[in-house]
């Protein structure tokens, strides 16, 4: 009996639709690396990792208490105040992820 069993290999189906659902979330969250590419990378470059027009933001050596006053109430001449823009939550949130940069890691 010489039957070749001949496998050729032929996709038995074309691989699972792996379609990802749309995040159905509703209200909009808050994102603060979104926010802090699209407003302040301006001045902070590269999510504040660098300096920039501004200072480096991170591993900034000032307390979480000064970086949020700042963010919240500016500088007059060198940054604008963000306290209208921005709940105290917020700018608690831009501070949080401020104290997560890593020079070896894309935020
Ligand atoms: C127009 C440029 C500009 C923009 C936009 C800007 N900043 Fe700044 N930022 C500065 C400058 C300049 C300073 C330094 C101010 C000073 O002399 O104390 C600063 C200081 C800071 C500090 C304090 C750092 C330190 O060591 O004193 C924080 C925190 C900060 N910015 C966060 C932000 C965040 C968050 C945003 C976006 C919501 C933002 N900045 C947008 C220019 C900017």
Not at 39 to 49: P, V
Not at 58 to 80: C, H, Q, T, W
């Amino acid at each position: 009996m010489a039957a070749l069993l001949f496998f050729t290999g032929i996709p038995v189906s074309p691989a699972a639709d792996e379609k990802a659902p749309a995040p159905a979330t509703g209200a909009q969250e808050f994102n603060s690396k979104n926010t802090f590419r699209n407003i302040c990378s301006f001045c902070h470059e590269d999510y504040g990792r660098k300096a920039g027009k501004g200072p480096q933001l991170m591993n900034n050596v000032n307390s979480d208490e000064y970086l949020f006053n700042r963010i919240k109430n500016g500088k007059p001449g060198r940054m604008a105040a963000f306290g209208g823009a921005f709940t105290d939550d917020q700018i608690r949130d831009m501070v949080k992820f401020i104290r997560s940069l890593r020079p070896d890691q894309e935020p």
